[in-house]
């Protein structure tokens, strides 16, 4: 018998995995959605990687931990 699960436990099981494993969970979904657009998909990210780098080097935006972005999350996630 099959168990049915809401997409909302499964994020909240996802975000308790560690940083490594949500990566990969990340490119797993991503890599699922459509082959096709796979190239145009990591291109896109590193763009954003880099528009997201220069903004902190040029000091446009502040970063934060690890553990306050996660838990900024979850208060979103968890409503």
């Given at each position: 018998?099959?168990?049915?699960?809401?997409?909302?436990?499964?994020?909240?099981?996802?975000?308790?995995?560690?940083?490594?494993?949500?990566?990969?969970?990340?490119?797993?979904?991503?890599?699922?959605?459509?082959?096709?657009?796979?190239?145009?998909?990591?291109?896109?990210?590193?763009?954003?990687?880099?528009?997201?780098?220069?903004?902190?080097r040029?000091?446009?935006?502040?970063?934060?931990?690890?553990?306050?972005a996660?838990?900024?999350?979850?208060?979103?996630?968890?409503?």
């Amino acid at each position: 018998m099959a168990m049915s699960r809401t997409v909302e436990e499964i994020v909240d099981d996802a975000l308790g995995l560690p940083s490594e494993a949500r990566a990969l969970l990340a490119d797993r979904l991503v890599e699922s959605l459509d082959p096709a657009e796979d190239g145009q998909v990591r291109r896109l990210w590193a763009a954003e990687a880099l528009r997201r780098r220069d903004e902190v080097r040029d000091g446009r935006v502040r970063t934060v931990s690890g553990e306050e972005a996660l838990a900024r999350v979850r208060r979103t996630v968890i409503r």
